[in-house]
Structures are given as structure tokens and as C-alpha cells.
């Protein structure tokens, strides 16, 4: 067993280390490979804020890596074909900067998020699921009959957004921006977890009855974690749809939302990189053994299992030492 | 009534048919443990739920520090200094003594929305977590889980989280259940110094506990407080031996 910020470490230089090595030999498909791999995990990370520290198992966080996906597709769309966002007495134009596209997607999700959050939390269990399940799959058949974007065959975007300094085109710089955004979230969520939130928001999800005798609220602290979560898994989906260059409603739905929950158990519920690790693993899954069957998933399913019955901590919980959250 | 820190007034609540509480008027004066008794399915844990605020009474009042807190929240009536233990541990059990600690003084100073500074480097936070410690003398177990404590210790750890909020009335909810004698003696001398902290509110099966301890007594059966008095009144009570004491008390 090695100590956890010493695999963390390890993780993420090599997940930086790949992408570079490919750039220096001119494989680029290696580079979307670990873009893909790192922008999931930007996701599971956000969910791992909800699932892992509050204990809020959401199946429905594919709402908000669809939102940040059509944030990013509808701006870019209006940017592309030269026509306003809204129009009227006040025009609002559609934009190509990564930035502020990354702002609103950001923004949109977190007020969905809250609205989400505050109807989704007055239940709890089972309940909790199926109504995150529903707000996602709501989304989904939403955007399937909204033809203004493409409907059912997604909005595709010719070119890939800009950011300030930088050529986006060029694989590497695209990923570099990506990861820049992974380790910034990374580093926010490791103080994040030592924080006098982050102890409440663990006390709510072990005994709610204490936080509440202590005068703090556990729904409160699950609600403003349910939006973080949130609004980073919509930072990721708008990620996603740059790297593609392409939304659909596929981002919405309910598959979406269980493969960002692999991502979290088979990397390691509550740990810190576990999400990048689980991303990580499945991009390199289904890559490989993508090549030698369609029906891929058996093994992953068959992986799952093994985690779930004797890795509690996932593939993060095999190989290292868990330490305290507040040391 | 007029100095009483906390009071009910005519508290009652029923499940369906069945009658928890039944007109209960109760108080506690500062510097005082105040008992309540009564056999299992009294309502003793109802009343509690209703004091502290966990369940809305369906006629009656409580008062705590001279303001009616019948339709305030658990927390609300947390941060005005109403401190609760309760029956089954109520801990992060993942968590060391001092996070769960620390979590009372979080509480306390009313400052969960920080979310970038550990909260262990907060000098705020950490003396008063570690002032309740060592009152309680958990501070050499501060690092441990509290999976790894003994059921006395985490009793003595949720007085200690109890304390951080710099507690106006204590609310206990059977502290004693579970401790072997000589736990059981340890903690009774412990609240013994504990009621110079704030007045006690005790819930308890414990006899010997409760007549050591208790300064005055409620008795609490079927829902109805059939008596209210000092040890001696209690235990020279035809009605309270009848219903719950037996002819040996």
C-alpha cells in the first residue's frame, strides 16, 4: 500500500505525460484518448462531490453535462451561423470564446442544479434517484424534440471554440486546457474536503441528526453541495462537446449518468483522484477491448462487480493507504 | 416556573389513537438535573423529540430562555444553546473525536459556508473544540476514529460535542444505556460536575444514576406525568411505586 497523495501525484503526471509523449510522436488519436479520459473524470469529480462526500446518489448528473454541452453548442451555433441568441430590443450574440462559454455553461448549471436540488432533497433513498433519473431523462426527450438544435441528430460545430493565446486546434493545447481545468478542481476539492464545509457536509451524510442538534442544516449543506457538483459536471459537458465538436441528446441520458458513476466506484467513492482513475480505466477499456468485441461491457460489468464485492475503496482503495480527511 | 431555563406547557402529541404525550408540563432551573422516569413506551423519547424540536407537538408549548421555541427548527433551538445527547449514539462514526468535535464548533460559531480553509488550522474552532475535549478527557483519543472508541467514551464524546455549543440546557436522552457499572459511575460523577455547566434535563432507566443525580424527579407514564418531586417525594410515593418504582425503591 503507498499513501494517497503519493498515487494522486502519480496520476496525474501520468496523465499528463501520455497525451505529451504523443504530441512528440505525432499520435494524436493517444491525445483525444486522454482529453476524453480527462474531461470524464472532470465530471465524476463533480459527482464524487454529491455521491461521495454528501452521499446523494444522483442518477440524473448527465442533466448537467447536457447542459454545459447545448451551453457550448447553441453559443457556438449562433457564433457560427452569424445569428443572434436572442433578438429583440436587447440582441444577445452567440459566442466562440471558451471562456465565457465555459461562465454560462457553468452558470446555467448551477441554477439548475439548485432548482433540481431543492425538489430532488426532500426525498431520500431510492426516491432521491428516481427523481434525479427523471429530471435527466425529462432533459433528454427534451432536447430530442427541440429541432431549433438539431433535435434527435444533435448540432454539430464546425470549428473548435477559442481561447485567448492559445490554438485550440492543435490537440495537445486543447487537452493541456482541459487538464489545467482538472487539477484546478482537484486542488479546490482537496481543501474543498478539509474545510469546515466539507466536515459538515460529511458529518450530513453519516448522521444528519447530529449535524442538525449541532444547529446546522444537513439539507442546506447537501443543497450547496449538489451544486457544486453540478455546476462542474456542466463544466466538463461543455469540455465534452468542444472535444467533439458536436451535441445530442445522448448527453442527457440516463447511460450518460451511469457511466459518470462508474467513473466514481470503479476509481473510489470519496477519493480524491479515484474519479481520474476510474475515467482513466474505462477510456482505456473501452478502447482496447472495444477493438477485440462490441460487447465490451460484459467485461466491464464484470470488473464492477469484482470492485463492488471486494474493492469498497475501488481500484484508488486497492493500491493505496486512505488518509484523513481533515489531518 | 418564571426562572426556568426551559419549559413545556400542556405538551401533547398523538400517533393515531395512541397518546405519546398527554398534557405534559414540566420545567428545568438553572443548576439543576431534572429527571424523567417512566417504564418503556412512557413517551419519555417523544417528549424529548418535542423539547428539542424533532417532532411538532399537536397542543402545547415550549419555552426555552424565556422565548416560545414551539415552532422552531432542531437547529434553531441548537444554536440558542439547547444541547442534546441521544439515546443510539448520533456520531460520524468515520470521522476522528476531534473532526466530530470540531463539527459542534462549526455548529456553534455558526460558520459551515467556508470552504477553502482547513478547518483544523481555524484557532477559533480548534480551542473550543479542544477546551470540550478536555473537559470531557478525551484528549489523548482526539486522533482516533470513533469506531475505535468504547461506548463510554462516544457518551462522553457527544457531551463533549454538547459542550462546544456552549450549552444554556443539556438534553439526554439515556446516557447511561449500555455502560456497565463502573462506566456508569464515571459518568454520573461526570454529570454530576456537568449541571455547574447548565442545568439537565435527564431521560434515563439508570435508577441509581437518576437518585444520585436528580434534584428533582418526573414521572412519566402512559403519556401523563403522574408525579413531579424531589428523590424522597418520589420514592415515598404510593401512586409512582404502583406504576413503575415496585414495592423495593
Known amino acids: 500500500m503507498i499513501p494517497e497523495k503519493l498515487l494522486n501525484l502519480v496520476v496525474l503526471a501520468l496523465l499528463l505525460a501520455v497525451p505529451y509523449w504523443a504530441s512528440l510522436n505525432d499520435a494524436p488519436f493517444t491525445i483525444t484518448l486522454a482529453t476524453r479520459a480527462t474531461i470524464f473524470a472532470l465530471a465524476a469529480v463533480g459527482l464524487n462531490i454529491a455521491l ?3 452521499g446523494m446518489v444522483s442518477l ?19 457564433a457560427q451561423s452569424f445569428t443572434p441568441l436572442i433578438d429583440g430590443p436587447m440582441v444577445i450574440e452567440g459566442t466562440k470564446s471558451m471562456p465565457v462559454i465555459w461562465a454560462v455553461a457553468m452558470g446555467v448549471s448551477a441554477l439548475a442544479a439548485l432548482v433540481i436540488g431543492a425538489l430532488s432533497l426532500r426525498t431520500a433513498g431510492v426516491y432521491f434517484i428516481m427523481i434525479t433519473l427523471a429530471f435527466g431523462q425529462m432533459l433528454f426527450f427534451f432536447t430530442i424534440s427541440w429541432s431549433s438544435y438539431g433535435g434527435e441528430d444533435g448540432l454539430s460545430i464546425f470549428l473548435r471554440n477559442e481561447f485567448p493565446g492559445l490554438d485550440t486546434l492543435v490537440p495537445f493545447n486543447f487537452f493541456a486546457l482541459c487538464y489545467g481545468l482538472l487539477v484546478l478542481v482537484i486542488l479546490f476539492n482537496a481543501r474543498f474536503a478539509r474545510s469546515p464545509f466539507g466536515l459538515a457536509l460529511n458529518a450530513a451524510r453519516q448522521s444528519p441528526d447530529r449535524v442538525r442538534a449541532v444547529g446546522l442544516n444537513p439539507q442546506r449543506l447537501k443543497l450547496v453541495a449538489f451544486v457544486i457538483s453540478g455546476t462542474i459536471t456542466g463544466l466538463a459537458g461543455a469540455l465534452f462537446a468542444d472535444l467533439n465538436r458536436f451535441v445530442s441528446p445522448t448527453m442527457f441520458s440516463w447511460q450518460t449518468s451511469g457511466e459518470i458513476m462508474v467513473f466514481v466506484i470503479l476509481g473510489g467513492v470519496a477519493r480524491l483522484c479515484g474519479p481520474v482513475v476510474g475515467a482513466v480505466a474505462f477510456v482505456m477499456l473501452e478502447h482496447f477491448l472495444g477493438g477485440l468485441s462490441e460487447f465490451w461491457h460484459i467485461y466491464l460489468g464484470l470488473l464492477l462487480l469484482l470492485i463492488v464485492l471486494f474493492a469498497r475503496g475501488g481500484l484508488v482503495g486497492l493500491v493505496a493507504r486512505r488518509g484523513a480527511a481533515h489531518d | ?26 420545567d428545568l432551573r438553572p443548576g439543576e438535573i431534572h429527571a424523567v422516569i417512566g417504564p418503556n413506551g412512557a413517551g419519555k423519547s417523544t417528549l424529548i423529540d418535542q423539547i428539542c424540536g424533532g417532532l411538532t407537538p399537536d397542543a402545547g408549548s415550549v419555552t426555552f430562555l424565556g422565548r416560545d421555541v414551539t415552532g422552531r427548527s432542531v437547529p434553531a433551538r441548537a444554536r440558542m444553546g439547547l444541547a442534546r445527547s441521544f439515546q443510539i449514539s448520533q456520531l460520524a462514526m468515520e470521522d476522528t473525536v476531534l473532526q466530530n468535535t470540531l463539527l459542534g464548533a462549526v455548529g456553534a460559531v455558526g460558520s459551515p459556508w467556508r470552504f477553502l480553509w482547513p478547518v483544523v488550522k481555524n484557532r477559533r474552532l480548534r480551542a473550543r473544540a479542544d477546551a470540550a475535549l478536555a473537559q470531557v478527557g478525551l484528549t489523548p483519543h482526539a486522533a482516533k476514529r470513533v469506531s475505535e472508541l468504547s461506548h463510554g467514551q462516544r457518551r462522553l464524546l457527544e457531551v463533549a460535542i454538547a459542550l462546544t455549543l456552549r450549552p444554556k440546557a443539556f438534553v439526554m436522552d439515556e446516557p447511561m444505556a449500555g455502560l456497565g ?15 455547574a455547566e447548565a442545568p439537565i434535563l435527564l431521560v434515563e432507566h439508570d435508577m441509581d444514576a437518576v437518585f444520585a443525580l436528580a434534584d428533582r424527579i418526573s414521572v412519566l407514564v402512559y ?23 415496585g414495592a423495593d425503591r
Do not use: Q
Open chain 2, 181 to 195: 457499572a463502573e462506566g456508569s459511575k464515571a459518568l454520573t460523577e461526570f454529570l454530576d460536575r456537568l449541571r
Open chain 2, 1 to 26: 416556573m418564571t426562572d426556568a431555563v426551559l419549559a413545556t406547557k400542556g405538551l401533547s402529541k398523538s400517533f393515531g389513537a395512541l397518546k405519546a404525550t398527554d398534557d405534559v408540563t414540566l
Open chain 2, 223 to 245: 403519556g401523563r406525568i403522574i408525579e413531579t418531586g424531589t428523590v424522597d417525594a418520589i420514592r415515598a410515593s404510593d401512586a409512582v411505586r404502583a406504576a413503575y418504582l
Open chain 1, 60 to 78: 440524473g448528473h448527465a442533466l448537467f453535462f447536457g447542459i454545459g454541452g447545448y451551453t457550448m453548442g447553441i453559443l457556438a451555433f449562433h
Open chain 1, 52 to 54: 461521495g462526500m454528501g
